[in-house]
């Protein structure tokens, strides 16, 4: 990275440990796309990250940090959530969040309802907002372990977009990226429609980057298999999963999996 962009990073605030880019050439770093002015907004948005998130090269939260408010967006890692008994008697603590029936969770449960109910006319809008970052398997896991999350109102999104981390194998149709599924949650909790497309910029430039040195757009897991055109060998369980997650699609033409980093149902 060279004087420019470190000078423009710190004019703007820009916590550098938090950027995951910062060994990337400056003519294909995706700070410069930052919203111009950190991104208002009326809820917090809570993820609770796996801890092997961190060793990932390509990640989105990153960018979820740097373009909202410093403190709308705050990071849990753990493996089970609350992780230890400090947390439940420290004010403002995770505990704290996920008692409050002020607190949503993004996860595509049985139970979850449409995020534009949560926010119907008359409704009080939630002023947490909770996802889960991490593999598929890793938020399964994550979620089964955590009483509390279960116990949270559960929210999904129902826009059928596909996703626009072209660079990336998604594990099924409709799915998306952690970034993609807290900007479209959030646009909508806090209606603002254009908010959407300000915190996609730098997955959007991460990707056109990536594409004109020589990466190429990728198709979903389930769509390859189903034209027997996935390299990779595909055990009965990740079949039973893409089947599954097939059926859930055309059961609900709408539905949208949240969170394409942990719905990498090839990662264990």
């Given at each position: 990275m060279n004087w420019a962009i470190f000078l423009w990073m710190k004019r703007h605030c820009v916590d550098l440990s938090l950027i995951n880019d910062l060994s990337r050439p400056s003519a294909v770093c995706w700070c410069p796309f930052l919203p111009a002015t950190r991104l208002k907004i009326h809820c917090r948005l809570v993820v609770l990250q796996h801890p092997a998130e961190e060793r990932r090269c390509l990640r989105t939260v990153p960018m979820l940090m740097q373009s909202l408010e410093a403190g709308s967006c705050v990071i849990f890692k753990g493996k089970k959530f609350p992780s230890n008994s400090q947390e439940l008697h420290r004010s403002g603590s995770l505990y704290e969040i996920l008692s409050s029936q002020d607190s949503v969770l993004l996860y595509p449960s049985?139970?979850?309802?449409?995020?534009?109910?949560?926010?119907?006319?008359?409704?009080?809008?939630?002023?947490?907002?909770?996802?889960?970052?991490?593999?598929?398997?890793?938020?399964?896991?994550?979620?089964?372990?955590?009483?509390?999350?279960?116990?949270?109102?559960?929210?999904?999104?129902?826009?059928?977009?596909?996703?626009?981390?072209?660079?990336?194998?998604?594990?099924?149709?409709g799915c998306l990226s952690?970034?993609?599924?807290?900007?479209?949650?959030?646009?909508?909790?806090?209606?603002?429609?254009?908010?959407?497309?300000?915190?996609?910029?730098?997955?959007?430039?991460?990707?056109?980057?990536?594409?004109?040195?020589?990466?190429?757009?990728?198709?979903?897991?389930?769509?390859?298999?189903?034209?027997?055109?996935?390299?990779?060998?595909?055990?009965?369980?990740?079949?039973?999963?893409?089947?599954?997650s097939a059926c859930e699609l055309r059961l609900n033409k709408d539905f949208v999996a949240p969170h394409t980093e942990y719905l990498d149902i090839d990662s264990r």
């Open positions: 049985r139970d979850a309802k449409d995020i534009t109910e949560v926010v119907g006319e008359g409704r009080q809008r939630p002023q947490h907002l909770i996802v889960i970052d991490g593999t598929w398997d890793q938020a399964r896991s994550i979620y089964h372990n955590s009483p509390m999350l279960k116990s949270l109102k559960q929210v999904k999104l129902s826009l059928g977009s596909a996703s626009e981390y072209v660079i990336r194998t998604q594990p099924s149709e952690t970034l993609e599924a807290a900007a479209q949650a959030l646009s909508i909790l806090e209606d603002q429609p254009s908010m959407r497309q300000e915190l996609l910029a730098p997955l959007h430039a991460l990707c056109s980057f990536q594409l004109l040195h020589g990466a190429v757009s990728h198709q979903s897991k389930q769509f390859l298999v189903e034209l027997d055109a996935y390299a990779k060998p595909v055990g009965k369980r990740t079949r039973k999963l893409l089947r599954q």
